[in-house]
């Protein structure tokens, strides 16, 4: 204005426009959220601030899937956990219903003397199993013991009919093999691979028949439960193992503030060594884009270089996400309108984050701003509308945060909105928010969660019925953003960890990772 310029600053620097008020200034961005800050004044002390953000980086374009989003590892004891589950699935009502469904077990002879083998029952003692990691896949050894079916055998010998009831047992029925896991075109395939199986101490005795005929029953028995033995090991372990291989069951999709999300893990390699095995899977989120919303072109999600980390063998399980697959996430969110809230009284009622104390009504608007007592009635609602400019970027960093998590761009709207009346806009402010994201595992999932007190820069932009003190508009962000904050954790929060679910991991860590601390790696033991 006339009154003229007494001071400029953009970051702290000293800036001097040109005499037409145009000025060109230089700033370092850094990889992430930048935050410029530019404040002015005249030489009658009025000020004036505002503040910018800018995303600075490599970009991945959003039709493109995330390299090396998640790398896992899985050591012996998860590979003891994994055989566990399976075992309990072996033998049991599931075997003898896939032995019962082969009757008769065997039916053969002669114009002299002829059989037919029925089973009427079957029991099996403790199953076990044992995956032991080698190069190129597992070891696998399973055991069912105690083989116990009984049978009906009928035929004629010499023309005379003949039935009996008797016993087919073995001790032990053992399966060995080898358990190979191949990843193509992001599809998991487990096969089994140099099977064999064999009935310890098998008895099988037919009285009053021919031993020909008897040796012929018995030989055709035996084949039969030994294959069914392997069938049931081959339907119930290469699913078991799959669970563990991240991405190999498919897409997980998970309601998210009333929205369908969509996270895939797509699998690009498994690698097996005599400790474990080595996982790696690209990713990419996806939702269905926000009705009546519409967002400015991007060049993509944020993207760093780093290669993922190298994984010990002392802890049972290991999975290093990258921030790259953070950031992707983030800028789905954004783009399927997740990070646009409007809160009211209903929202608050079915967000379990936000506080019971907190009371969206004029009374609270005129604590913070005394200037709005008698132009509105202090019973009336009130609503607040957030929306984002930009998508959130996360980087790694060391504990106790592990994320830095940039919100730049967002508009915050507050109305009064009388019921039947007209809702009128009260304060509109721009606001660029940092702030320290600490994550946790709470049954399988990892859930995100704000750690400390957020950096908020605001810049107020509408006070079209009153002007308001600063210092009341600064503390009212802060009362109101943190619990905010923790509503924008929950769309980062609730996916499982990309495993078998039997792992339950106890002294969990979280850590900065890889070698260019771009990952964020969890560990843990069984």
């Known amino acids: 204005d006339q009154s003229g310029i007494a001071y400029f600053?953009?970051?702290?620097?000293?800036?001097?426009?040109?005499?037409?008020?145009?000025?060109?200034?230089?700033?370092?961005?850094?990889?992430?959220?930048?935050?410029?800050?530019?404040?002015?004044?005249?030489?009658?002390?009025?000020?004036?601030?505002?503040?910018?953000?800018?995303?600075?980086?490599?970009?991945?374009?959003?039709?493109?899937?995330?390299?090396?989003?998640?790398?896992?590892?899985?050591?012996?004891?998860?590979?003891?956990?994994?055989?566990?589950?399976?075992?309990?699935?072996?033998?049991?009502?599931?075997?003898?219903?896939?032995?019962?469904?082969?009757?008769?077990?065997?039916?053969?002879?002669?114009?002299?003397?002829?059989?037919?083998?029925?089973?009427?029952?079957?029991?099996?003692?403790?199953?076990?199993?044992?995956?032991?990691?080698?190069?190129?896949?597992?070891?696998?050894?399973?055991?069912?013991?105690?083989?116990?079916?009984?049978?009906?055998?009928?035929?004629?010998?010499?023309?005379?009919?003949?039935?009996?009831?008797?016993?087919?047992?073995?001790?032990?029925?053992?399966?060995?093999?080898?358990?190979?896991?191949?990843?193509?075109?992001?599809?998991?395939?487990?096969?089994?691979?140099?099977?064999?199986?064999?009935?310890?101490?098998?008895?099988?005795?037919?009285?009053?028949?021919?031993?020909?005929?008897?040796?012929?029953?018995?030989?055709?028995?035996?084949?039969?439960?030994?294959?069914?033995?392997?069938?049931?090991?081959?339907?119930?372990?290469?699913?078991?193992?799959?669970?563990?291989?991240?991405?190999?069951?498919?897409?997980?999709?998970?309601?998210?503030?009333?929205?369908?999300?969509?996270?895939?893990?797509?699998?690009?390699?498994?690698?097996?060594?005599?400790?474990?095995?080595?996982?790696?899977?690209?990713?990419?989120?996806?939702?269905?884009?926000?009705?009546?919303?519409?967002?400015?072109?991007t060049p993509g999600s944020l993207s760093t270089p780093g290669a993922a980390p190298t994984h010990g063998t002392t802890k049972a399980f290991y999975a290093s996400i990258n921030d790259d697959f953070l950031n992707r996430i983030g800028h789905a969110a954004w783009r399927g309108g997740l990070m646009n809230l409007k809160i009211d009284d209903a929202f608050l009622r079915a967000q379990p984050s936000m506080p019971s104390w907190l009371s969206l009504d004029a009374y609270m608007l005129q604590i913070f701003f005394p200037s709005l007592r008698g132009q509105v009635n202090p019973l009336d609602p009130i609503e607040i509308e957030i929306g984002t400019l930009a998508p959130p970027v996360f980087q790694a960093k060391p504990a106790p945060g592990l994320l830095d998590a940039g919100l730049g761009e967002l508009t915050f709207s507050v109305y009064v909105a009388p019921v039947g009346g007209v809702r009128q806009l009260v304060l509109q402010t721009s606001i660029q928010i940092q702030v320290d994201v600490a994550p946790a595992l709470n049954a399988g999932k990892i859930q995100m969660r704000i750690a400390g007190q957020p950096l908020i820069r605001t810049d107020v932009t509408q006070m079209p019925m009153a002007r308001f003190d600063p210092l009341g508009v600064e503390n009212f962000i802060d009362f109101i953003i943190p619990p905010v904050l923790q509503v924008f954790a929950r769309v980062w929060s609730g996916y499982p960890l990309p495993t078998h679910p039997a792992l339950n991991l106890t002294g969990v860590d979280f850590l900065q990772d890889g070698p260019g601390l771009d990952f964020l790696t969890v560990q843990g033991d069984l």
């Open 9 to 297: 600053v953009i970051n702290g620097d000293p800036v001097v426009p040109a005499a037409n008020g145009t000025f060109r200034h230089t700033l370092a961005a850094v990889h992430g959220l930048n935050v410029i800050e530019l404040e002015a004044a005249d030489p009658l002390g009025q000020r004036t601030q505002t503040a910018l953000s800018v995303i600075s980086g490599d970009f991945l374009p959003e039709a493109s899937v995330v390299k090396d989003a998640v790398a896992t590892r899985l050591n012996t004891p998860a590979f003891d956990a994994i055989e566990r589950v399976a075992a309990l699935q072996l033998g049991g009502t599931n075997l003898s219903a896939l032995i019962m469904a082969r009757n008769p077990l065997y039916t053969g002879g002669s114009g002299l003397a002829s059989a037919t083998v029925e089973a009427t029952a079957a029991s099996f003692g403790a199953p076990s199993l044992d995956l032991t990691p080698q190069v190129g896949g597992l070891d696998v050894r399973a055991e069912i013991q105690s083989v116990d079916l009984t049978v009906r055998v009928f035929g004629r010998v010499l023309g005379i009919g003949y039935s009996l009831t008797t016993n087919v047992t073995a001790d032990v029925a053992r399966l060995e093999g080898t358990a190979v896991v191949n990843v193509a075109n992001g599809q998991v395939t487990t096969d089994l691979q140099n099977v064999n199986v064999d009935l310890d101490n098998f008895r099988f005795d037919i009285s009053g028949v021919p031993g020909f005929l008897e040796s012929l029953a018995r030989n055709a028995v035996r084949g039969l439960i030994e294959d069914q033995v392997e069938q049931q090991v081959r339907a119930i372990l290469p699913v078991e193992i799959n669970k563990a291989i991240a991405g190999a069951n498919g897409p997980i999709t998970q309601n998210v503030l009333g929205k369908p999300v969509t996270l895939h893990m797509i699998p690009v390699a498994v690698v097996f060594d005599a400790d474990g095995a080595t996982v790696v899977a690209d990713g990419d989120m996806t939702m269905p884009p926000a009705a009546g919303v519409i967002l400015p072109t």
